[in-house]
């Protein structure tokens, strides 16, 4: 029986199965080294976030300039067959609805048609992209361009242009 306690001892320590601290594996990560890589990953993501935001928000301007010179173009086509303008923001799509607005892709933007200022509809028109939902906290507030290519936008940037050229 001696002998097969001895076997069993020996074998024990060949499987892992011993209580010796020497032959311990470390595996795994302690509390420190997990903390560690959290915090690095929070600071990253706080750095990142604002240049993310911004990014967004020119995407949104850009499908929003994109819409507008689609309905522009629209109304130039509607204008050949009809010879005048319509405040339809999808003129192409029958029949032609007064007031009907466009939303951009996204749904960031409304763009809506009306006559320019001091003028006939028939004559000339202003597209406007109006910013929806999270957009509207883009530094450009409003998009605009008319019939005769004339670029506008409202805003915090300094000029009109540089909402379009942004």
């Known amino acids: 029986m001696l002998s097969l306690g001895l076997i069993l001892s020996s074998t024990a320590g060949n499987r892992g199965g011993s209580l010796n601290n020497e032959q311990h594996d470390r595996s795994g990560f302690s509390l420190v080294e997990i903390l560690t890589v959290l915090f690095i990953v929070a600071l990253l993501a706080g750095l990142t976030w604002p240049s993310y935001q911004a990014a967004v928000l020119d995407a949104g301007r850009a499908e929003a300039k994109a819409t507008l010179l689609m309905v522009t173009s629209e109304q130039e086509r509607y204008f050949s067959n009809f010879n005048r303008y319509v405040n339809d923001a999808s003129p192409l799509d029958a029949p032609a609805t007064a007031g009907r607005r466009k939303l951009t892709s996204s749904g960031r933007y409304s763009v809506s048609v009306e006559?320019?200022?001091?003028?006939?509809?028939?004559?000339?028109?202003?597209?406007?992209?109006?910013?929806?939902?999270?957009?509207?906290?883009?530094?450009?507030?409003?998009?605009?361009?008319?019939?005769?290519?004339?670029?506008?936008?409202?805003?915090?940037?300094?000029?009109?242009?540089?909402?379009?050229?942004?």
């Open 115 to 166: 006559a320019c200022e001091g003028s006939s509809l028939a004559f000339c028109f202003v597209a406007t992209a109006t910013p929806l939902g999270s957009q509207i906290n883009d530094v450009c507030t409003s998009l605009s361009i008319d019939s005769t290519g004339r670029r506008s936008a409202a805003g915090s940037l300094s000029y009109a242009d540089d909402c379009w050229n942004y």
